[in-house]
């Protein structure tokens, strides 16, 4: 007989948090983000008995598929992109759930006939009129969606039913700031706030929630994370890949608006926020939005001297040739869109001000790491002398929080060398969640579907947040407008980016660490 051994530090991760019976209709199913994440997420959800028995996905798009299709897209997708292997028993009853539906998004038939078969599913599935509908279409048609949503009577709970209707949104949400409060005028016409999830995969990450946990579940750390002790904060977001078949949208919004708007300044916020007064949706949000106002504006020269734009050239990443930008399909030839952005900024409040945040992300990097680096100030320096240090001068602390990939965290710290002489060095504390939990952690998806299924918004942006992490953004892109147009390519593929970026740093006497 085989004894299965449970890890006894992975008890306790499964709280109970089944969803009511629902119906989820992916606007868009035909795209990649239904196939390689949305369908994978439901499926290891179910595997996992975190869905109910009754429940159906509806694929709403323009393509002419059946039923019969759609599941065998998926099936394949699931295949390719799931976290666990798939079973084939599993996934013939899972299978039977799915749905399509083929229709223009801009045609009322296409919504009277969604909501005769919402009601059909309701009859058969006993899904009790709960509905979610993800927008993943390109942004452009997010606005006549909501429309007729609103039109057909589906943002509501349906007749003599309690259920729920809730959207979720795709990033990215809006251009710029003036776009943004426009889409969440015009879904407030249609849905209340708290119908509303607009989604940044990167608050599903185990990693990054773990930032909250770290900082206020433990007494160490918060009494030093301030400007008394830190001395400044890396936070890096390098990807190896280039545009992977994206030219046609990576053109018209550059790692500004992909990476910084969303994913960079929620991880910058978890980092700096002041601890919520509980931890709901309402409360963490209101921290976050006091955070996101607190950053102190970067407008006219201040940009040129605190932004660094790039975008790569040739070169070899991980041994393979690598194109410039400019060859990539649906690329202009002569692209100004950066593929690169670093930056230096302050947190102009009780807790932070002075200190210096240096936030970097980029395309076709040397390697792919996402991580956060807490610098913190040396003691003084009066017992120790250089000669102490073996490696030539005392380094400082540094707590790492390693967010991907081998997520983890360590502390860097000085110790003395085993020996009869006092030669001190640095070495790291450090925790892996692989060699710790065992197994792989949940998709983001995963943990942001289930969380909108139990109508739980915490790890959402709620429409002031997503307002003013544009009006932070929106100043440096109008700045860009007016400045001359940067020489590019200015970073060679596979390269940690632009030469410029170093100087962001050495000119306050610190470097960029290669993580
Ligand atoms: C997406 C961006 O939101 O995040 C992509 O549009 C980027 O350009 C991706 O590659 C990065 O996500 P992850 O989870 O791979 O770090």
Avoid at 322 to 329: A, L, V
Avoid at 422 to 434: Q, T
């Amino acid at each position: 007989m085989t004894t299965v051994l449970e890890n006894p530090l992975r008890t306790g991760s499964r709280l109970e948090r089944t969803a009511q019976p629902f119906t989820m209709v992916i606007f868009g199913a035909t795209g990649d983000l239904t196939k390689r994440k949305l369908v994978p997420a439901l499926y290891n959800l179910a595997v996992e008995n975190y869905l109910p028995p009754n429940f159906s996905v509806v694929g709403f798009a323009r393509r002419d598929w059946t039923d019969d299709y759609f599941r065998q897209e998926m099936h394949d997708g699931v295949k390719e992109h799931s976290r666990t292997p798939v079973e084939e028993s599993i996934w013939d009853s899972f299978s039977q759930n799915l749905h399509f539906l083929s229709s223009e998004f801009d045609k009322e038939q296409g919504y009277k006939d969604l909501r005769t078969l919402l009601d059909r599913l309701d009859e058969q599935c006993g899904t009790s009129g709960n509905r979610l509908y993800y927008l993943s279409t390109p942004p452009s048609y997010y606005p006549t969606i909501i429309e007729h949503l609103g039109a057909a009577g589906l943002n509501k709970k349906s007749r003599g039913k309690n259920g729920y209707a809730r959207i979720i949104i795709e990033k990215p949400f809006g251009y710029d700031l003036d776009s943004a409060r426009q889409l969440n005028d015009q879904l407030h016409q249609v849905f209340n706030e708290d119908q509303i999830y607009r989604i940044d995969h990167y608050l599903g990450k185990e990693t990054v929630q773990n930032i909250l946990v770290l900082r206020f579940a433990n007494g160490l750390f918060e009494p030093t994370w301030n400007r008394q002790y830190v001395d400044h904060v890396q936070i890096t977001a390098a990807e190896s890949i280039g545009l992977e078949g994206r030219g046609g949208y990576y053109e018209g919004a550059g790692a500004l608006r992909d990476m910084v708007q969303s994913h960079l300044l929620q991880l910058l916020n978890l980092v700096c926020m002041e601890p919520p007064v509980a931890f709901d949706a309402n409360a963490v949000r209101d921290e976050k939005v006091k955070l996101l106002r607190a950053i102190r504006p970067i407008r006219g020269n201040a940009v040129a001297e605190q932004v660094i734009r790039g975008q790569y050239g040739e070169g070899w990443v991980h041994g393979e040739h690598m194109s410039e930008y400019r060859q990539e399909k649906n690329v202009d030839q002569q692209s100004a869109t950066e593929t690169y952005v670093a930056m230096k900024l302050f947190v102009d409040n009780w807790r932070w001000q002075g200190v210096p945040f240096y936030v970097r992300t980029g395309k076709a990097l040397t390697k792919r790491v996402t991580e956060i680096a807490i610098q913190f100030k040396q003691p003084p320096q009066v017992l120790f002398g250089a000669e102490a240090s073996e490696g030539g001068g005392m380094e400082p602390n540094v707590l790492a929080i390693r967010i991907q990939p081998d997520e983890g965290i360590s502390l860097k710290m000085m110790v003395k060398t085993p020996g009869t002489r006092l030669n001190i060095r640095p070495v790291k504390m450090e925790f892996h969640y692989g060699s710790s939990f065992g197994g792989k952690p949940p998709e983001a998806y995963e943990r942001l579907l289930l969380d909108s299924l139990l109508g739980d918004s915490t790890l959402f942006t709620r429409s002031d947040e997503v307002e003013a992490a544009w009006g932070f953004v929106s100043d440096i892109l109008r700045a860009w407008e007016h400045l001359p147009p940067p020489s590019f390519p200015n970073y060679e593929s596979g390269s940690w980016g632009p030469r410029e970026a170093d100087r962001l740093l050495y000119r306050d006497g610190r470097e960029w660490r290669w993580p």
